[in-house]
């Protein structure tokens, strides 16, 4: 069976404060590894996609890394506008289905 | 250009009663998506479209799941005789074919069963 899991869990980080994301998988075939943002009340917002061990993917403060057993997403420098709950995905080759994380959610403080 | 629409945005119901949730992809998007999301979870994947068929109804919990795109665009979620269990976000999701092709998600709807 696929797994997912997203650590930490909740995190509260002060403004300019960079901290990372991490999340594990467990696989069989990974196809595409995905990143979302979701703001309270709101559907998932595509970030990245990443597809082989090794690539990068930047967007302004977020850079994504990815290895053969997890992704980092990096905040650096966050702003207010960045707390959200960032979700992790896996696609794997036999199917089109996304398995999701529970996600990280992220509280940037003034 | 205009995104994923998904109609209501709120319901409430009461249990055993029926509820269609609807669904209006990216035009031109083939590929169609439906998740549910639990209050802290992530969305876990119900069943995917391409084109007019259901390819994959596998996420589906029970036979009172239903799902149909007749014309290859538009997509009805059915669900019938409603549980409290059943209480989530309804996610629709289209990407432009079915592979790793980026999929695009709507704003859910919010599903209360009373």
């Known amino acids: 069976e696929d797994q997912v899991t997203q650590s930490p869990e909740a995190l509260r980080l002060q403004e300019g404060e960079s901290s990372s994301l991490n999340c594990s998988y467990t696989?069989?075939?990974?196809?595409?590894l995905f990143w979302y943002r979701q703001d309270p009340g709101k559907g998932p917002e595509f970030l990245f996609t990443?597809?082989?061990a090794g690539e990068e993917k930047e967007k302004e403060r977020l850079k994504a890394t990815l290895t053969k057993k997890e992704s980092f997403l990096h905040i650096t420098a966050p702003k207010p506008e960045d707390s959200a709950t960032y979700l992790c995905?896996?696609?794997?080759?036999?199917?089109?289905?996304?398995?999701f994380g529970k996600g990280n959610q992220v509280v940037v403080i003034p | 250009g205009a995104g994923v629409s998904q109609t209501p945005s709120n319901k409430v119901t009461e249990k055993g009663k029926y509820v269609e949730l609807r669904c209006d992809p990216i035009?031109?998007?083939?590929?169609l998506y439906w998740y549910r999301q639990s209050l802290g979870q992530g969305p876990e994947f119900l069943i995917y479209?391409?084109?007019?068929?259901?390819?994959?109804d596998s996420g589906l919990p029970n036979d009172r799941f239903f799902a149909v795109r007749p014309e290859g665009s538009v997509s009805t979620l059915k669900i019938q005789r409603t549980e409290r269990g059943d209480s989530a976000v309804y996610l629709c999701?289209?990407?432009?074919?079915?592979?790793?092709?980026?999929?695009?998600f709507g704003p859910g709807t919010r599903l209360l069963v009373l």
């Open positions: 999701a289209s990407s432009t074919g079915g592979g790793l092709e980026t999929q695009y």
């Open positions: 696989v069989s075939g990974l196809r595409g």
């Open positions: 990443l597809y082989s």
């Open positions: 995905a896996v696609q794997v080759e036999r199917n089109n289905r996304l398995a």
């Open positions: 035009s031109g998007h083939t590929a």
């Open positions: 479209f391409q084109g007019t068929g259901a390819a994959d």
